[in-house]
């Protein structure tokens, strides 16, 4: 039995005082207990609130930070011309090499709090397409990766079959994410083998990429194949996407997906950027998260999610560290608030009148995360997994501070520097602000990057 005592925590929509934490077998939470004396044993730890689950990754591009901020020829830098990069800097990746920049983007994960993590897994052949004898060759690599750090994983086998929604043949360095039905279903079937090598909160679901990547016929069928599992996509997240889908469809991708399926609980629709009204107002009836990735929508000039709308229908939302720019809970929170402020020229707008707008998002972001990634988890409570992060705010200037005035504080100062410990599932990973495993999975990322680099 772990036991916690924290001088304040969060326990759903309230703060409690003195409250020790028990955390049984399993890595669930064996008990609440408020008002209670610091036991013999016990960790102390400041401020606890319940840790986010990172709802949309992709590992590999934490090796790219860095490599993609200069400008171009062209007039019009966009998604589209990262893309490219992308694609040339992929091509050149060992297995070996991915599993390292996945444990070291799990790593930060960990230290910036999140304590699990859906990765929206794309990479499954070799370059130029030719398959592994294993057809998880490269998906064991992640759970891995996710085994040496400790993170939660859900792992999402990406469905990726065609270069655009017209259904033009896949070209490049897609040829790494190709399969068909056949492939797919033959890579899911080693998907309880993969997950069933790591501790017994790991998941996986699916993951048709997009319209642009899984046509009509194969976005019903891969729907049907585990409907008791999540399934996420990508949606609406570039202008472009909207003219082809319109064209090929006639119809907006967010309004084309919700007539043609039942979008419900197990969707989480990555980005969602480019909503008309009536495609946020229906997507928040549906029970659907909005997977948000703010920093990497920012970075790739994507555009602003309808937040204040969406919110005002009450609609589920979480975040994702996408291309692992920078990984850090507070500045994914921060950057989807700031982009309303910027684009309303107005304050505090993903809050009600006298509410914090730390607490407001971090609490819904906590309920999406959770829910997208199928994991028992998200809040301070009997029976859930004890996915947990320690703040400590007083190094910082505002250890006089309690409650949702600390919450803000460390979302919209502190950040990452404020994180002492943090738990996955009862894993106690990081500890006084730094990975137990720090040194060994840098070590051998900075080694794999240094490689990567003389190739690319």
Known sequence: MQLIHARQALLGDRWGKDVEVQIGPGGRIAAVIEGAPRAAGAQPVELLLPAMS????????????????RRGPSQHDSFWTWREVMYRFLDVLTPDEIEAIAAYAFMEMLESGFSAVAEFH?????????????????????????HQTGIGLTLLPVYYAQGGVDGRPLAGGQMRFRNDLASFNQLLARMDGVTGLLPGDANWGIAPHSLRA????????LAAIAPDRPLHMHIAEQEKEIEETRAVYGARPVEWLL????????????H????????????????AVAGLCPITEANLGDGFFNGVRYLADNGRLGVGSDSNIRISVAEELRQLDYSQRLRDR???????????????????????GAQALGRDAGEIAIGRFADLVAIDLRPHGFGALAGDAALDAYLFSAGNAAISDVWAGGRHSVRSGRHIDRDQIADRYNASLASIMGRV
């Open 54 to 69: 990172n709802l949309h990754s992709h590992t590999f591009q934490r090796a790219m930070a860095g490599l993609t901020e």
């Open 259 to 270: 007539g043609e399926h039942d979008v419900d609980q197990r969707w989480c629709l990555i």
């Open 272 to 287: 969602s950027t480019h909503l008309d009204e009536n495609e946020t107002r229906r997507l928040a009836a549906s029970g």
């Open 214 to 221: 899984a046509g009509r016929r194969d976005l019903a069928a």
């Open 122 to 146: 794309y990479l499954h052949n070799q370059p130029g397409g030719a398959r592994y004898d294993d057809p998880a060759e490269l998906a064991a690599r992640i759970g891995a990766a996710a």
């Open 346 to 368: 107005l304050r505090a707008v993903l809050a009600d009148p006298g509410q914090s707008v730390g607490e407001n998002l971090y609490r819904r972001a906590l309920a999406g």
